[in-house]
């Protein structure tokens, strides 16, 4: 194991991940049939995962140009979405591109790697993937679930983009996150006044870590409150799971 993860981690910042860590896959325990990293990768021994931040000033793209005498008001709301889906692509891109280099670098070294996409794919009503990146996170000891059910850094809170990348090199993996991080419904509980979203509270444990989450109701499928997808939801921001949490807030 030596330095070999010190390696991976500091060519993974080199290329632009703001945050990195490594589990073992023995933290994947309990993984649903056919998503454990050695299903996917016969041998695996390792995650290494990476962090993309997501910043919070995008957050705020549904009140842009809400003055604009240059875009009509009918196509203002398709307009305000580029920039969120613009840092969403690229953040995205980014990670694929470290990971694919991270997968390189380790495979000339003789450790089959396994490089997965950023995010999971819709098909009808559903969105698929092979691979859990906020389980990985909280299992590379990246930060720990909120009860909006994102990962939260807390560097970032849950305003980060997530990406794995599965090795049969033998890495040492970073521990847990100590936490917690999340502050709880009775110090704040702000994004569950997106009610459409969440239900009751409950228990989950990942590589043995015990985090509280609200149960997610699916409600960034269909048009709520939040102004992802409904142009007229009363709560702030394009995406409000992510904007309203306090964990990792910049003060300005």
């Known amino acids: 194991m030596s330095d070999l993860a010190a390696e ?41 995962v990476i962090a993309h931040r997501f910043f919070q000033s995008v957050l705020d793209c549904d009140r842009f140009g809400v003055e604009s005498e240059l875009i009509p008001k009918e196509e203002l709301w398709d307009v305000q979405q580029t920039v969120f889906d613009f840092m969403y692509n690229t953040a995205n891109m980014r990670l694929q591109m470290i990971a694919c280099q991270v997968a390189a670098f380790l495979e000339d070294r003789g450790h089959a790697s396994l490089p997965l996409p950023a995010g999971g794919y819709r098909v009808g009503a559903g969105r698929y993937a092979f691979f859990s990146h906020r389980h990985a996170a909280v299992a590379a000891g990246l930060g720990e679930f909120g009860l909006n059910n994102l990962l939260l850094t807390p560097q970032y809170g849950p305003r980060v983009r997530l990406e794995s990348m599965i090795t049969c090199a033998e890495l040492t993996p970073d521990p847990l996150c100590a936490g917690p991080i999340c502050l709880g419904v009775e110090a704040c509980g702000r994004c569950l006044e997106s009610s459409e979203c969440f239900g009751e509270i409950h228990e989950l444990e990942v590589a043995g870590k015990k985090m509280k989450l609200a149960r997610f109701t699916g409600g960034c499928l269909s048009d709520h409150q939040c102004r992802r997808r409904n142009r007229n939801g009363t709560l702030p921001h394009i995406r409000y799971c992510w904007g309203i949490c306090p964990v990792g807030k910049r003060p300005y």
């Open 8 to 48: 991976v981690k500091a060519l993974a910042r080199a290329q632009g991940a703001h945050l990195v860590g490594v589990a073992s896959v023995d933290r994947f325990e309990g993984a649903p049939p056919g998503h454990h990293p050695t299903e996917l990768l016969p041998g695996a021994r390792s995650v290494v």
